[in-house]
């Protein structure tokens, strides 16, 4: 994939932050020693659990609803080091970007890549299911020391983030596709590409269909199983785990899903949410829980998550 071009656009001031703070601060944050970074990013995913009400409270109601067996004194643990993995994960970011892969070489592991080199080896495409870890950006540069990969992703709003982020991705993705990009991302299936989807966000019913998930019904989109026809690709998952401590990463591929696409996309979006659940269970506050999972509810059921501030001073107004 090409980079973005280059405009003038970009200059202009309202993306000064991006070329003059932010770019130099990443470059910076990257050359840092791990200790150091994992020190720094602590501080400041605490400071962000302190000032950030309500991406606090949205975490803390995922944590309640998905670990119910949980005390509540364990599920507020739960929620702080959602946000301390966050906040290291800024650094993560940082060195996805700008370290060089090989510094890699030795600080991660993998299991289960004799599956998919086997899937490989039947010359078709792979359909790679993953999950929105806090690493997110890391785990695309750890994949690549073992298998080349494409992309699914979402494009940012700022242009000129946008354009960095994906000429900083160059170096590791074959292929990065806009989510709405169906016509690349079939292309990539039909010439036998591993693209790395994933589908654990909630973007209602015209895409999806109820779920279960950590024992909630989650809209769950249904593309999977659309996408696996394009070319009978395999479907397995993914999973990315770092070290509570140390700077070392392990990666966890699983079995082919046998058997799917079924007839029922009901009982496929299903059995997709139950691996990812069961992934996600090995480090579960190195998840995103930040996104509202469970804001698209069955008829006659109240969302779950607090209302937002400008919402509440609305009916204030209103009363």
């Known amino acids: ?65 998905c670990f119910p067996e949980a005390s509540e004194n364990e599920q ?74 494409d992309t699914v992703y979402r494009p940012q709003n700022n242009k000129a983030l946008e354009y960095f982020m994906v000429k900083r991705r160059l170096r590791i993705y074959d292929y990065q596709i806009d989510h709405d990009n169906m016509r690349l991302l079939i292309k990539a299936l039909k010439e036998n590409h591993t693209v790395w989807y994933t589908p654990d966000q909630d973007f209602g019913l015209k895409q999806g269909v109820f779920a279960p ?16 026809k394009i070319n009978n690709s395999a479907v397995m998952l993914v999973h990315f785990r770092r070290h509570p401590v140390l700077e070392q990463y392990e990666i966890l591929i699983t079995p082919r899903l046998e058997n799917y696409p079924s007839d029922d996309p009901v009982a496929d979006a299903s059995l997709v949410n139950h691996h990812l659940e069961q992934l996600i269970r090995r480090s ?29 001073k609305e009916e204030q107004r209103n009363i």
């Not at 200059?11 to 020190?39: N, T």
């Not at 993995?85 to 892969?101: D, L, M, R, V, Y």
């Not at 289960?112 to 010359?123: D, F, P, T, V």
Request: aromatic share 16%; net charge positive; with cysteine.
């Open 1 to 65: 994939m090409k980079a973005i071009p280059f405009t003038w656009h970009f200059l202009h001031p309202r993306y000064w932050p991006i070329w003059l703070l932010l770019i130099p601060l990443l470059f910076v944050f990257s050359k840092l020693p791990w200790g150091i970074q994992r020190r720094i990013g602590t501080f400041l995913g605490l400071l962000v659990y302190s000032v950030i009400g309500q991406r606090r409270r949205d975490t803390a109601t995922n944590i309640r609803l």
């Open 76 to 149: 507020a643990m739960m929620v702080k080091d959602v946000f301390i993995q966050g906040g290291i994960s800024i650094f993560e970011t940082a060195n996805a970007w700008f370290k060089p892969k090989e510094y890699y070489h030795k600080k991660v592991t993998i299991q289960g890549l004799h599956h998919l080199q086997a899937a490989k080896a039947e010359g078709k495409g792979i359909l790679l299911l993953g999950a929105h870890y806090s690493f997110v950006d890391l785990c695309g540069l750890l994949a690549i020391i073992f298998f080349p990969v």
């Open 213 to 228: 998930f950590f024992g909630m019904q989650a809209a769950t989109v249904t593309a999977p199983r659309r996408l696996q």
């Open 284 to 312: 579960p506050t190195q998840y995103m829980w930040f996104h509202r999972r469970f804001k698209t509810r069955p008829e006659g059921e109240a969302m779950p998550y607090p209302k937002k501030r400008r919402h509440l």
